[in-house]
């Protein structure tokens, strides 16, 4: 029924910057548009997203990068439908993320089953789990970064998984920087209370720290000021 009008929104903003760095190797889209490369998947003309050009003239997208990197192998394969395709098995991992941390907080499977339902079948989930926004991927990050608080003492490899997923956040929506912090520092909180989880400490961290760098130099570089 919605496959008429989609995708809609921002959602073509996003697969243009995919298509960018599939064709091209980079995040300038003007050409792109120009090109009207997004006619394969969007009907009508698709102006680019941005408030000022990048310090090189060019046009970067005002959305951020990481959901369109995430998408790129899948868009590369299968075009649009392997993309939504994609992104709707990432939100079905994040309902069972949603289902285990449940049940690792209360022992209870009929009590997980029902956050299961609680927040897989919402509207916000269940139509964001189609749809080429970063709000489904995102969820599930946070889902897969939350598990640590949930009972389990991670191996140090998952802290480092642990800590990716929270550096892959501000990559995917600028917004979702406030999250990727607030869990973080809630994360540490847990491992500063015992002799192994402060051994615990750097590895975890050690992702976000380069990422935070990586994101801020992005924009220094781009659009020649660091906010």
């Keep these: ?42 009907d009508g003309t698709l102006r680019p997203h941005y408030l000022k050009r990048g310090v090189d003239g060019e046009i970067y997208s005002i959305h951020a990068p990481g959901l369109a990197a995430v998408v790129a192998p899948s868009f590369a394969l299968f075009g649009y439908p392997g993309v939504v395709v994609f992104l709707a098995l990432v939100a079905a991992t994040g309902s069972a993320l949603l289902w ?50 949930f009972g389990e003492r991670p191996r140090r490899s998952q802290w480092i998984a642990t800590g990716a997923a929270l550096a892959l956040l501000p990559w995917l929506h600028t917004r979702f920087a406030v999250i990727a912090a607030t869990l973080g520092f809630v994360l540490l909180l847990r ?16 992702v976000p720290v380069v990422s935070a760098i990586g994101w801020f130099g992005f924009f220094r570089l781009v659009y020649g000021r660091f906010d």
């Excluded at 499977?109 to 029902?114: E, L, N, R, Y």
């Excluded at 709000?135 to 640590?148: E, N």
């Excluded at 500063?192 to 615990?200: D, E, L, N, Q």
């Design 100 to 149: 285990r941390a449940s049940y690792q907080l209360t022992g209870s499977a009929s009590a997980a089953w029902f956050a299961w339902a609680a927040g897989a079948l919402s509207v916000p989930f269940f139509f964001e789990a189609f749809a080429v926004f970063p709000d489904g991927l995102g969820a599930t990050v946070v889902l897969f970064a939350a598990l640590p608080l």
């Design 1 to 42: 029924w919605l496959s008429p009008i989609l995708p809609g929104g921002d959602e073509p903003h996003y697969l243009v910057i995919a298509q960018s760095l599939l064709h091209d190797g980079d995040l300038r889209i003007e050409n792109n548009h120009a090109a009207q490369q997004y006619r394969e998947f969007f």
């Design 191 to 206: 491992l500063v209370g015992s002799p192994a989880g402060r051994s615990r400490i750097a590895p975890f961290l050690m």
